[in-house]
């Protein structure tokens, strides 16, 4: 016969707690560590999601000005020598613009840039001078410049968000 507590004093018999009818101690800690493992997982779910935006320097300056001379020669003719849009064609920098993509990935501007547009030619553009253009864009649109090229890849733009204001 065991004498009660002779047994792990932490971590008892499950069965005995049942029948006691209380919580048992090692029961409420698992529960609290799971709850602890739901907020990490949870965290770094939110994390990779904030991890880059338009502040963070996704375009270099040399990328800009490749982007604005193809700008000049396939875009302005409809959205203005200085993207301030004209007619239907709406505005690219400003913000009119950022009202429309705020939130908005930049890899679902440049999928539309690349698919839809020049409107009198869509898709004729290669995905590296959408990139450009789009670099130019952002340069435009007082986004600041970094070390690494703008990549004409759709799902690494994916993960930048446009964002309203440094900071989030
Ligand atoms: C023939 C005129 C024309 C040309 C050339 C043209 N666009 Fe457009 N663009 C439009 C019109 C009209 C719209 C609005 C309709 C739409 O969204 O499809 C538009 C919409 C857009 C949008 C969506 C803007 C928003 O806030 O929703 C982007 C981005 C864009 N154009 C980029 C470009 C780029 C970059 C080029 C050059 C490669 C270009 N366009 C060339 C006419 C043009």
Not at 51 to 65: L, M, N, P, S
Not at 80 to 98: D, H, I, V, Y
Not at 123 to 132: D, R
């Amino acid at each position: 016969m065991e004498f009660p507590g002779s047994g792990n004093p932490e971590c008892g018999d499950r069965r005995q707690a049942a029948r006691r009818g209380t919580p048992h101690g090692c029961y409420v800690l698992s529960m609290a560590r799971n709850r602890v493992l739901l907020a990490l997982a949870a965290a770094s779910i939110l994390g990779a999601q904030g991890a880059a935006t338009v502040w963070d320097g996704i375009y270099t300056e040399a990328q800009a000005k490749a982007g604005e001379s193809l700008y000049a020669k396939n875009c302005a003719s409809c959205h203005g020598k200085t993207l301030q849009g004209e007619g239907q064609a709406p505005p690219l920098a400003g913000s009119e613009f950022l009202m429309n993509w705020n939130g908005a990935a930049v890899g679902e501007l440049f999928e539309k840039m690349q698919t839809a547009m020049p409107a009198d030619n869509p898709g004729s553009l290669p995905p590296e001078q959408t990139a450009s253009i789009l670099a130019y864009m952002l340069n435009a649109g007082k986004f600041p410049a970094g070390s690494n090229a703008l990549p004409a890849d759709i799902e690494k733009l994916k993960q930048i968000r446009f964002e309203p204001a440094k900071g989030r």
